[in-house]
Structures are given as structure tokens and as C-alpha cells.
């Protein structure tokens, strides 16, 4: 049962094959008996578990199912949960049981969804290891001394070991298409404004984004259906109707035009990942759609306006934690001043500390337009890039990471070099669109993502052929070995 | 732009960081490094290009000017480290 898709998991529930209480029951085994060696959990919520089950179970007993009543799934320790430790994966926040549900939470918690727990991350969502989470780094199931990838490593994780059968995520440079790569799984980014970040602790707020993980792109797609939507709470929340991307996913890719940027294939990549991508795009050839290189030229300039940009926002939003209303306050201060550089300097880790400075020395008087103004324009140049390979492509697609995971501590040292990894996920939430990652292939044992780009709400295109692609291969069903 | 001791010192100050002494070297060369990155930017030529701060340059939406939430202060407050009679306590500000 444990290494059925979300799709077949419903199934099961619809035909009495077994019942939510059974199924939750033997997620919550399976995290026991296995998460010592992942850490991917920071908080497992059993008794809460039960409860949902066993009142999913009373409403299908009722007659009153949505498609996802009794489903369990885990939420990234990002998203708010009320009456549960929030840590967004720092010390800071250690101490912090949320007073109330973000809107992605209650959205799940309506359609009668059963949560676990709360996953591992990097500390605020800042990282691509899952390194600098406070409670230690969440492991790979397909390699416990590699990283599972980050900032939602913690989702990516527990999903590839068959400990949740899905799960949140979020992504500001790249945080669910990268664990999705790196781990074998399916994760998708939605457009900027698609999903509400009410109670999703803000990191840098124009570039934030929630989205689904789990291991099939039609599993995504019923997460997205609960996820998305217009929220009054979210002053960023775009109000546009939500489809039923279930009703896409069968859709025949005859005709769609995929567009392969030059930049994504050259440079620093791993040449057994530029293989299995291509043999992915041979597949969608197979299917009947037509390919054709386009540009996008200023990639190289994403990571640089991503280091502005991100740290100046999560400088500001990062503010908020002083050590006065929530959250870590250091003992005996001796003024506030003290109370607020101890309490900030011993609750956040290093890498948050890392980009506080960079984001306060950018905003800092005189540098200003040298930095911020500077890159809030090369980020124009980044977003005309992409919607000038999109008016004479339908779907973009490239690799996701110029790398299988990495060792854990190779690459803690070099800060930069850690950077690097997200040189084909950053660019786009620059750019806002929405962007998904899908399992096609290995390289020495570990998992490959192939990349799938859209234009602003092309969600159903990119599940749609995420889809027929996992319709024509099993990637997505491979397992690690236990 | 490369940073030494006593920009640390005065962003760390600017952010209200505590960094202990010892580490202020090893920050100074990170942050240095990702200024570094960064430089890549001014090569960039963005004279007539407009600061895109929103993907669809959406401006911030206003709601209608009424009370839509209760007063929900003790409820709040029980994450609070402390609390006094509805009141946040802080280090004395004021002799």
C-alpha cells in the first residue's frame, strides 16, 4: 500500500479497499520504523493523524467525500499549523506552536486531508541541502550520505522513502523542483499568485511560492486543486478562476512545440544528465511533439539578481523576529538592544545570518541602486527572456540541476558554490512562471529531473504533458532500494 | 566589493546580529564572495530598463476599510516569551 501513487491511494479509499485510518496508520509505522536513518519529519502529528483519519472514514461513511478526504500527506514546517510546532527549520522558531492555519493548510484540512507532520527544511527556506536546518539535514532515500536537495528536502525525502505519499512544498529559487530532481520525485511551482503564502513564512515575498510534491504528475494535480485559488488574505493572490487540472492531464501532445534554451545545455553540467534529458525529449518527440532550440540569454545573470534581491527581501521580512512577541528570546538581556542582537544572533544559523547581511548591506544607504534597483532590472531582462521564448514555444524544457545530489558537507564551505546548484530553477521565479520537475532517468544510481517551463497559469499544459510523459515511462515509479 | 572587519561589524550592528568575534573574519569573506557573484551585474547595461519588482507587475490591492478580524490578544499572546497583564515585557527602555 505504501508505494501507491496519491491517484491509487484514492481509489482504495473510494472502493473500501482500506480505509483512512488503516492507511494512516501505516504511514505513521513506516515514519517510525524509518526516520531515523532520513530525518525527514521535524514534527510527526499522530494523534492529530488519527483523528483526521478516522473522521475522513465517518464522512465518506456519510456520503460527503472529496476526492481527497482521508488522503494523507505531510506539510513542509514552512506552512502554519495550528496548535503545531512551526519551525520553519530554525531555532528561532523552535519554541513557536502557530496560534492559526495558513490558508494552504485549512484549504487541505476542508477537503478532509489527514497531515502526518511537518517535514525538514532549510533554515527559512534558505538552501539548497537542507543543511542549514536547525535539526540536522534531511538524508536521500537513493543515497543516505548525499542530500536529498533543499530548501523542502524534508517533502522530497519522506516522499521518495514512501513515509508520506505527498506533501507541501515551497519554492523561491527553487526549493521544490530541485529535492524533486535530486530525490526521484514529481514537484511543481506554480505561477506567482496562484497559491495563497497566507501562513507560508515569508523568506522573499515577491519570489515565494507554494506547490505540491508527490510522485506522479496527476498526484500533483489533485494536490494543485486544493491548493490553488484566490485568498483575500494574501495581498499577492492573483483572482482568476481555478480549472480542475485533473481534466487535462489525458489531453494528446500532437502539436505542442517544446522549446530547448541553449544555455540550459552547456557549461558546468554532468554530461549523464544532458543524456537522459534529451532521451526525455525523444520521448515527448514520441508523442508527437515537435522540437526547437530557442535562447534565453541572460541566464548567468539569475543567480546574481537572485543574491540582491532574495536577501533584501528575507532582510526585511526577517525583522519581524526580535525576540519581543514569538519565537527565541535570549536569557537575561541586559538592555534591548542586547535583547535583540543576542536573540537574533543565537536563534538564526548561519546561512540566514549570511543573507540578512548581504540583504542589509544592499538596502544600506548609497548601494541601494547599485544593488537592488540594479537587480530588480537585470530581473526584467530575465522575465523578457522567458516570454520571448515562449511566444514561439509552448513548454520550455531542460534539465532542472546541473548535478545528481551532492555529498553531504561537500559543499557547505563554499557558500557560492552552493549557489550554483540552482542555476536552472532561479531564473524562473524571477520571472514568476510556473515551472514543474519529473523523474527521467538516473546518473550513478542517483535520480535526474527533467525541467518543464510554462507561460504565466499554464499549469494544465505542464501537467498535461508531465503526464502523458509518465504515462510512456515508469521513472516516476522506481523506488530506492530498502 | 570586498568587505572587511568593520563593515561586518556595522551590518551586523545595522540587522541587529550578535556575530561573535572569532567569526567576523570567515563573514567577511563569505559576504565578500557573494558580493563578488553579484559584480556580475554591473557589466549589465540597464539604462532604459524599468525595475520590475512583481511578475505581473500587479500593484498591492486594497481591501475595504471595515473590521474583519475579533480581538483574538490572549490567544496570540501564548507564543508570547512575556507577558504582563496583556502587555509584551521588554528590558527596561526608560530609567
Same mark, same amino acid.
Given at each position: 500500500?505504501?508505494?501507491?501513487?496519491?491517484?491509487?491511494?484514492? !481509489?482504495?479509499? =473510494?472502493?473500501?479497499?482500506?480505509? %483512512? /485510518?488503516?492507511?494512516?496508520?501505516?504511514?505513521?509505522?513506516?515514519?517510525?520504523?524509518?526516520?531515523?536513518?532520513?530525518?525527514?519529519?521535524?514534527?510527526?502529528?499522530?494523534?492529530?493523524?488519527? =483523528?483526521?483519519? *478516522?473522521?475522513?472514514?465517518?464522512?465518506?461513511?456519510?456520503?460527503?467525500?472529496?476526492?481527497?478526504?482521508?488522503?494523507?500527506?505531510?506539510?513542509?514546517?514552512?506552512?502554519?499549523?495550528?496548535?503545531?510546532?512551526?519551525?520553519?527549520?530554525?531555532?528561532?522558531?523552535?519554541?513557536?506552536?502557530?496560534?492559526?492555519?495558513?490558508?494552504?493548510? *485549512?484549504?487541505?484540512?476542508?477537503?478532509?486531508?489527514?497531515?502526518?507532520?511537518? @517535514?525538514?527544511?532549510?533554515?527559512?527556506?534558505?538552501? %539548497?541541502?537542507?543543511?542549514?536546518?536547525?535539526?540536522?539535514?534531511?538524508?536521500?532515500?537513493?543515497?543516505?550520505?548525499?542530500?536529498?536537495?533543499?530548501?523542502?528536502?524534508?517533502?522530497?525525502?519522506?516522499?521518495?522513502?514512501?513515509?508520506?505519499?505527498?506533501?507541501?512544498?515551497?519554492?523561491?529559487?527553487?526549493?521544490?523542483?530541485?529535492?524533486?530532481?535530486?530525490?526521484?520525485? @514529481?514537484?511543481?511551482?506554480?505561477?506567482?499568485? &496562484?497559491?495563497?503564502?497566507?501562513?507560508?513564512?515569508?523568506?522573499?515575498?515577491?519570489?515565494?511560492?507554494?506547490?505540491?510534491?508527490? $510522485?506522479?504528475?496527476?498526484?500533483?494535480?489533485?494536490?494543485?486543486? /486544493?491548493?490553488?485559488?484566490?485568498?483575500?488574505?494574501?495581498?499577492?493572490?492573483?483572482?482568476?478562476?481555478?480549472?480542475?487540472?485533473?481534466?487535462?492531464?489525458? +489531453?494528446?501532445?500532437?502539436?505542442?512545440?517544446?522549446?530547448?534554451?541553449?544555455?540550459?545545455?552547456?557549461?558546468?553540467?554532468?554530461?549523464?544528465?544532458?543524456?537522459?534529458?534529451?532521451? =526525455?525529449?525523444?520521448?515527448?518527440?514520441?508523442?508527437?511533439?515537435?522540437?526547437?532550440?530557442?535562447?534565453?540569454?541572460?541566464?548567468?545573470?539569475?543567480?546574481?539578481?537572485?543574491?540582491?534581491?532574495?536577501?533584501?527581501?528575507? %532582510?526585511?521580512?526577517?525583522?519581524?523576529?526580535?525576540? /519581543?512577541?514569538?519565537?527565541?528570546?535570549?536569557?537575561?538581556?541586559?538592555?534591548?538592544? +542586547?535583547?535583540?542582537?543576542?536573540?537574533?544572533?543565537?536563534?538564526?544559523?548561519?546561512?540566514?545570518? &549570511? &543573507?540578512?547581511?548581504?540583504?542589509?548591506?544592499?538596502?544600506?544607504?548609497?548601494?541601494?541602486?547599485?544593488?537592488?534597483?540594479?537587480?530588480?532590472?537585470?530581473?526584467?531582462?530575465?522575465?523578457?527572456?522567458?516570454?520571448?521564448?515562449?511566444?514561439?514555444?509552448?513548454?520550455?524544457?531542460?534539465?532542472?540541476?546541473? $548535478?545528481?545530489?551532492?555529498?553531504?558537507?561537500?559543499?557547505?564551505?563554499?557558500?557560492?558554490?552552493?549557489?550554483?546548484? +540552482?542555476?536552472?530553477?532561479?531564473?524562473?521565479?524571477? =520571472?514568476?512562471?510556473?515551472?514543474? %520537475?519529473?523523474?527521467?532517468?538516473?546518473?550513478?544510481?542517483?535520480?535526474?529531473?527533467? !525541467?518543464?517551463?510554462?507561460?504565466?497559469?499554464?499549469?494544465?499544459?505542464?501537467?498535461?504533458?508531465? $503526464? !502523458?510523459? !509518465?504515462?510512456?515511462?515508469?521513472? $516516476?515509479?522506481?523506488?530506492?532500494? &530498502? | 566589493?570586498?568587505?572587511? #572587519?568593520?563593515?561586518?561589524?556595522?551590518?551586523?550592528?545595522?540587522? #541587529?546580529?550578535?556575530?561573535?568575534?572569532?567569526?567576523?573574519?570567515?563573514?567577511?569573506?563569505?559576504?565578500?564572495?557573494?558580493?563578488?557573484?553579484?559584480?556580475?551585474?554591473?557589466?549589465?547595461?540597464?539604462?532604459?530598463?524599468?525595475?520590475?519588482?512583481?511578475?505581473?507587475?500587479?500593484?498591492?490591492?486594497?481591501?475595504?476599510?471595515?473590521?474583519?478580524?475579533?480581538?483574538? #490578544?490572549?490567544?496570540?499572546?501564548?507564543?508570547?516569551?512575556?507577558?504582563?497583564?496583556?502587555?509584551?515585557?521588554?528590558?527596561?527602555?526608560?530609567?
Amino acid at each position: 500500500m505504501l508505494d501507491k501513487t496519491l491517484a491509487e491511494l484514492a !481509489q482504495g479509499l =473510494a472502493t473500501g479497499e482500506f480505509s %483512512s /485510518v488503516e492507511l494512516t496508520r501505516n504511514y505513521l509505522d513506516r515514519i517510525r520504523a524509518e526516520d531515523g536513518s532520513l530525518n525527514s519529519f521535524i514534527t510527526v502529528t499522530e494523534e492529530q493523524a488519527l =483523528a483526521q483519519a *478516522e473522521a475522513a472514514d465517518q464522512r465518506r461513511a456519510a456520503g460527503d467525500a472529496d476526492p481527497f478526504t482521508g488522503l494523507p500527506i505531510a506539510h513542509k514546517d514552512i506552512f502554519c499549523t495550528e496548535g503545531v510546532r512551526t519551525s520553519c527549520g530554525s531555532r528561532m522558531l523552535d519554541n513557536f506552536i502557530s496560534p492559526y492555519n495558513a490558508t494552504v493548510v *485549512e484549504n487541505f484540512n476542508r477537503a478532509g486531508a489527514v497531515s502526518l507532520g511537518k @517535514t525538514n527544511m532549510d533554515e527559512f527556506a534558505m538552501g %539548497s541541502s537542507n543543511e542549514s536546518s536547525f535539526y540536522g539535514p534531511a538524508r536521500n532515500p537513493w543515497n543516505t550520505e548525499c542530500v536529498p536537495g533543499g530548501s523542502s528536502g524534508g517533502s522530497a525525502a519522506a516522499i521518495a522513502g514512501g513515509l508520506t505519499p505527498a506533501a507541501t512544498g515551497s519554492d523561491t529559487g527553487g526549493s521544490i523542483r530541485q529535492p524533486a530532481a535530486l530525490c526521484g520525485i @514529481t514537484g511543481l511551482k506554480p505561477t506567482y499568485g &496562484r497559491v495563497s503564502r497566507y501562513g507560508m513564512i515569508a523568506y522573499a515575498s515577491s519570489l515565494d511560492q507554494g506547490g505540491p510534491m508527490a $510522485h506522479t504528475a496527476e498526484d500533483t494535480a489533485m494536490m494543485l486543486n /486544493v491548493m490553488a485559488g484566490f485568498d483575500p488574505k494574501d495581498s499577492t493572490s492573483i483572482d482568476k478562476a481555478v480549472p480542475d487540472y485533473t481534466l487535462t492531464l489525458n +489531453d494528446s501532445l500532437k502539436g505542442l512545440k517544446i522549446g530547448l534554451p541553449k544555455e540550459f545545455f552547456s557549461g558546468e553540467i554532468d554530461p549523464q544528465i544532458t543524456a537522459q534529458v534529451q532521451s =526525455a525529449i525523444r520521448e515527448f518527440e514520441a508523442l508527437g511533439a515537435t522540437v526547437k532550440e530557442v535562447s534565453l540569454p541572460n541566464t548567468h545573470l539569475a543567480i546574481p539578481a537572485y543574491y540582491i534581491i532574495a536577501p533584501a527581501e528575507a %532582510s526585511s521580512n526577517l525583522s519581524r523576529f526580535d525576540g /519581543v512577541r514569538y519565537g527565541y528570546r535570549c536569557e537575561d538581556p541586559v538592555d534591548l538592544e +542586547d535583547m535583540y542582537k543576542r536573540s537574533r544572533g543565537e536563534g538564526f544559523g548561519e546561512e540566514v545570518k &549570511r &543573507r540578512i547581511m548581504v540583504g542589509t548591506y544592499a538596502l544600506s544607504e548609497g548601494f541601494y541602486d547599485a544593488y537592488y534597483k540594479k537587480a530588480l532590472q537585470i530581473r526584467r531582462l530575465i522575465q523578457q527572456d522567458f516570454v520571448n521564448a515562449l511566444s514561439e514555444v509552448d513548454i520550455i524544457m531542460g534539465p532542472t540541476t546541473p $548535478h545528481p545530489a551532492f555529498k553531504l558537507g561537500e559543499k557547505t564551505s563554499d557558500p557560492v558554490a552552493m549557489y550554483m546548484e +540552482d542555476i536552472f530553477t532561479i531564473s524562473l521565479n524571477l =520571472a514568476g512562471m510556473p515551472g514543474m %520537475s519529473v523523474p527521467c532517468g538516473f546518473a550513478n544510481g542517483l535520480p535526474v529531473g527533467l !525541467q518543464l517551463i510554462g507561460n504565466y497559469f499554464a499549469e494544465e499544459r505542464l501537467l498535461n504533458a508531465a $503526464h !502523458q510523459f !509518465q504515462q510512456a515511462t515508469d521513472w $516516476h515509479r522506481q523506488r530506492p532500494v &530498502r | 566589493m570586498s568587505l572587511d #572587519r568593520t563593515d561586518v561589524e556595522k551590518i551586523a550592528h545595522l540587522a #541587529r546580529l550578535n556575530i561573535a568575534e572569532q567569526d567576523i573574519q570567515e563573514y567577511a569573506e563569505n559576504l565578500s564572495n557573494i558580493l563578488k557573484l553579484v559584480d556580475q551585474m554591473q557589466a549589465v547595461d540597464t539604462h532604459d530598463i524599468a525595475p520590475m519588482a512583481h511578475p505581473m507587475d500587479a500593484i498591492q490591492r486594497l481591501r475595504v476599510d471595515e473590521v474583519t478580524e475579533g480581538n483574538q #490578544r490572549d490567544h496570540l499572546q501564548t507564543v508570547a516569551p512575556a507577558v504582563e497583564a496583556g502587555l509584551f515585557q521588554v528590558p527596561k527602555v526608560i530609567e
